[in-house]
Nanobody, 127 residues
Framework: QLQLVESGGGLVQPGGSLRLSCAAS????????IVWFRQAPGKEREGVSC????????NYADSVKGRFTISRDNAKNTVYLQMNSLKPEDTAVYYC????????????????????WGQGTQVTVSS
């Protein structure tokens, strides 16, 4: 069974950091571009960051650029999202999604591109 499992969320104060993990089981991530999404209450799911299958190309939504870093360890079949300088507006459930692609096309930032989702991990930024 192909599955992505997100973990690493929690409650953190503004300005704090968290590292999220996206672990794949049942398949290898080597040929997949990975996108992190987030969904805040009452809002649409939005793409946050993407890494190409090789990891050599990464990009970010303007709202997180300079604060978040996406990385991958294909040997561990895991993708990470390091989140620094967190703000209350970063509060959301974070999801990862995978698609067979070498590059991060802008269409990958559309939630409708992906058919299946994990359970997500809650990130709450609050004092």
């Amino acid at each position: 069974q192909l599955q992505l499992v997100e973990s690493g969320g929690g409650l953190v104060q503004p300005g704090g950091s968290l590292r999220l993990s996206c672990a794949a089981s049942g398949f290898t991530l080597d040929y997949y571009a990975i996108v992190w999404f987030r969904q805040a209450p009452g809002k649409e799911r939005e793409g946050v960051s993407c890494t190409s299958s090789s990891g050599r190309t990464t990009n970010y939504a303007d709202s997180v650029k300079g604060r978040f870093t996406i990385s991958r360890d294909n040997a561990k079949n895991t993708v990470y999202l390091q989140m620094n300088s967190l703000k209350p507006e970063d509060t959301a459930v974070y999801y990862c999604a995978a698609i067979i692609a070498t590059m991060c096309d802008p269409s990958l930032y559309e939630a409708a591109t992906f058919a299946s989702w994990g359970q997500g991990t809650q990130v709450t930024v609050s004092s």
